[in-house]
């Protein structure tokens, strides 16, 4: 795709390449100046600039619902698990069939959260302490996983066990497994192994539920039930679907604070300041998160003919919302390529953003600051660059492993 001469054929642009998952913010500042809406080689339409993606975000004519061509579209609902799962769950719901089940869900989060029904530093501390003691680590592996899978478990009320055959390590997978609903499934071998997946999952999250019904307690699961019998805003298929959903947003928050946390070792002045001024750790949280975002884009549909950025985009048309060139737009922030501290937390793009915005923004932010929290308190920390190796995933920039030493 690059010319060697800070140019790129935007004709040829492929999500699925690795180097572009590896480093995507030249093709994507690339893109801002010289065609911020262009159609790649697979034919769907690319946005980059922040303003064009806040309008299209809030655009009835872009839909969330998924193509009639595509395998997780509503005609595939009965062929395929991946299809049913998609329709069932929020971010793939328009209004006004997704609004009763997002208020209903988004306040009982919210409530729960609130509630503080998880001690997320003393958590974050505990998971962390072997990680200190060893000196050698990896941070993705041996610590943010474990952090957010252990939360997310015991923030839903699910009894869990740890060890390669145990409850988290297959909820790990499930996760990982559920994000391709949101991704591009490259292959039919993957898409028959996503329906298997997502079926495990789904007896899972099912049996949970029954339990609950049956032994409510202070969980989430048992809250979201109790609401749905007051309002009826989900049918149980929905309820476990998005049970699912929430517990893959919470745990593959691990994603993002590996992120954070490569980027912060990788800005030596920035940790330092940060290891002096504990009382920004909230600012960097928020920075952090629009700096390395490991949400590369959001896809939608468009429902008719529409012109976005002097491009006319055909009914039908896949359109990638590039969350990543919106959060280093030059037209929004202030040397966008580097961190700084002090920005509007407001306007960065990686939870999307108005009714289709992810409702776990708040809790993802909370991990993130109670690991950073963790890390504060080390000595220097170096990682071997050679070592990094991001995942082959299309929209997510998801690390393999983050080995630090300090």
């Avoid at 600051?369 to 070592?387: C, R, S, W």
Wanted: charged share 20%; proline share 5%; hydrophobic share 40%.
């Amino acid at each position: 795709m690059s010319h060697g001469n800070g140019e790129y054929d935007l004709s040829t642009f492929d999500p699925f390449d690795i180097a572009f998952i590896s480093n995507p913010y030249p093709v994507l500042q690339y893109a801002r100046k010289h065609a911020p809406v262009f159609q790649s080689k697979g034919g769907n339409w690319v946005i980059t600039r922040h303003q064009d993606i806040v309008s299209a975000l809030s655009n009835p004519l872009l839909s969330n619902t998924p193509s009639h061509f595509a395998v997780v579209s509503q005609r595939n609902r009965a062929k395929h698990t991946c299809a049913d799962v998609a329709n069932n769950s929020l971010p793939f719901l328009d209004a006004p069939q997704h609004t009763p089940p997002r208020k209903l869900i988004a306040r009982t989060f919210q409530e729960h959260l609130k509630a503080n029904a998880v001690d997320v530093e003393s958590l974050a501390q505990q998971v962390f302490t072997p990680c200190r003691q060893s000196g050698q680590f990896d941070l993705l592996n041996d610590f943010a996983t474990p952090f957010t899978l252990r939360f997310m478990a015991m923030f839903l009320g699910i009894a869990h066990s740890d060890g390669a055959g145990g409850t988290l390590a297959q909820l790990k997978r499930w996760s990982d497994w559920f994000f391709y609903l949101f991704s591009i499934i490259p292959s039919r071998q993957v898409r028959d192994q996503l329906n298997l997946e997502l079926q495990d999952f789904r007896a899972f999250i099912a049996e949970q539920i029954r339990l609950k019904r049956i032994n409510p307690g202070n969980d989430l699961i048992s809250k979201l039930l109790a609401q749905n019998r007051l309002h009826n805003a989900m049918s149980d298929a929905q309820i476990i679907d998005n049970c699912m959903l929430v517990m893959t947003d919470g745990i593959n928050a691990d994603y993002g604070i590996a992120n954070a946390i490569l980027a912060l070792v990788k800005n030596p002045q920035t940790l330092s300041y940060l290891k002096q001024h504990p009382e920004s750790l909230a600012d960097a949280a928020q920075e952090l998160l629009r700096y390395e975002s490991p949400s590369l884009f959001i896809a939608r549909r468009a429902l008719e003919d529409i012109a976005l950025g002097g491009q006319q985009i055909k009914q039908n048309s896949g359109v990638l919302l590039m969350l990543a060139a919106a959060n280093r737009d030059e037209e929004v922030f202030d040397r966008p390529d580097e961190l700084l501290l002090n920005r509007n937390r407001n306007v960065y793009m990686s939870f999307g953003k108005g009714e289709h915005a992810c409702i776990g923004r708040a809790l993802v932010v909370s991990l993130l600051e109670a690991a950073i929290g963790q890390v504060l308190a080390q000595p220097d920390m170096t990682v071997d660059d050679a070592q990094i190796q991001w995942q082959t995933r299309a929209g997510h920039r998801w690390l393999e492993a983050l080995p630090l030493s300090c």
